[in-house]
């Protein structure tokens, strides 16, 4: 079962080069070397919180527990924290609504994820019109539901419904439909509560190594 490790914060005033060059040189490389595969790193460009999202995926619980208990993840958040503020973490677990796979680098993704918790003895209800419904007509409206997430670790809405675009404008064009705000209503009014959603793109800190990796793979 593929297991995401979300983290999130702000940038030091001030600190931004030096930080570009932990993170690019120390920090990713470090995880890589952990069994925490990155996966995509973004900006928040439309939402509350804080502007950095790093995503990592393993495939087990105690893979994650491993690494985050290694005495070389210390020193590595030991050094993130003298560049950043806000810092936060979540363990994601998939929701069962799509079959679990290997989940990987998208190169160029833009992101629109959903928020909420599941009102109470709705669970059921739920789930069907989201399998009939949502899934469906995000897929017609170019900017389909990719993952669902359940939070096992963290706080916060305990439901996450990922969504990917290849730019800013498909997701801008998507959500100004008529499908796309009947599809929102219902799911707001009738099924959740603590609703929020964010527009995040991708920093090309994950990307842009993944891809020169493949290149060289040919030399």
């Excluded at 973004?42 to 995503?55: C, H, M, T, W």
């Amino acid at each position: 079962m593929t297991i995401l490790f979300t983290q999130y914060w702000d940038v030091n005033p001030g600190e931004y080069d030096e930080y570009s060059k932990f993170i690019s040189e120390e920090f990713n490389p470090g995880l890589e070397k952990l069994g925490v595969t990155l996966v995509g790193g973004f900006y928040v460009a439309v939402g509350s919180g804080p502007r950095i999202l790093a995503v990592a995926a393993v495939r087990n619980d105690m893979g994650l527990l491993a690494a985050l208990s290694s005495r070389d993840y210390r020193i590595l958040s030991t050094k993130l924290m003298k560049y950043i503020y806000n810092y936060g973490s979540k363990v994601w677990i998939p929701t069962g609504m799509f079959r679990d796979k290997t989940f990987n680098i998208q190169t160029g993704a833009w992101k629109f994820n959903q928020y909420y918790d599941i009102v109470p003895g709705k669970e059921d209800e739920h789930n069907r019109f989201v399998r009939e419904e949502a899934i469906p007509t995000m897929k017609e409206l170019g900017m389909p539901v990719t993952h669902g997430w359940r939070l096992s670790i963290g706080t916060g809405p305990r439901i996450l419904a990922e969504c990917t675009a290849r730019t800013f404008v498909n997701i801008a064009e998507a959500i100004d439909t008529a499908e796309y705000r009947k599809l929102s209503r219902t799911l707001k009014k009738q099924y959740t509560i603590n609703f929020s959603s964010r527009i995040l793109s991708p920093t090309g800190r994950v990307e842009v190594p993944y891809l020169i990796k493949g290149m060289m793979k040919g030399f």
